[in-house]
Nanobody, 124 residues
Framework: QVQLVESGGGSVQTGGSLRLSCAVS????????MGWFRQVPGQEREEVAT???????AYADSVKGRFTISRDGSENSVNLEMNSLEPDDTAMYYC??????????????????WGRGTQVTVSS
């Protein structure tokens, strides 16, 4: 059974850092593109970062240079290191699995398995 469980969210002040982790099970996660998304109530879900089966990464313009997505094979997890956090980063963050190894130009609707999310709140 496919499971994705996010952790690491919390409340920080502007300029702070958080490390989100997505523990995966039920599939060979290194064979698929994985992504982190975020959503604010009343707004569409936004793709934050993806990492494909070759380890290639892609980021939303709003987080480039501040966020880093990575895989941790020893923990079977996909992580999102977030630095220089801003109030606009406040959202529920979700981890998701794409059905293919590569996900260039994919949309959130293309991802097939989702975690329940972890809340990130950044105060000014």
């Amino acid at each position: 059974q496919v499971q994705l469980v996010e952790s690491g969210g919390g409340s920080v002040q502007t300029g702070g850092s958080l490390r989100l982790s997505c523990a995966v099970s039920g599939f060979t996660y290194s064979s698929y593109c994985m992504g982190w998304f975020r959503q604010v109530p009343g707004q569409e879900r936004e793709e934050v970062a993806t990492i494909d089966a070759l380890g290639r990464t892609a980021y939303a313009d709003s987080v480039k240079g501040r966020f880093t997505i990575s895989r941790d094979g020893s923990e079977n997890s996909v992580n999102l290191e977030m630095n220089s956090l801003e109030p606009d980063d406040t959202a529920m963050y979700y981890c998701a699995r794409h059905p293919r190894p590569y996900c260039y130009n994919s949309k959130s609707a293309d991802f097939v398995d989702w975690g329940r999310g972890t809340q990130v709140t950044v105060s000014s």
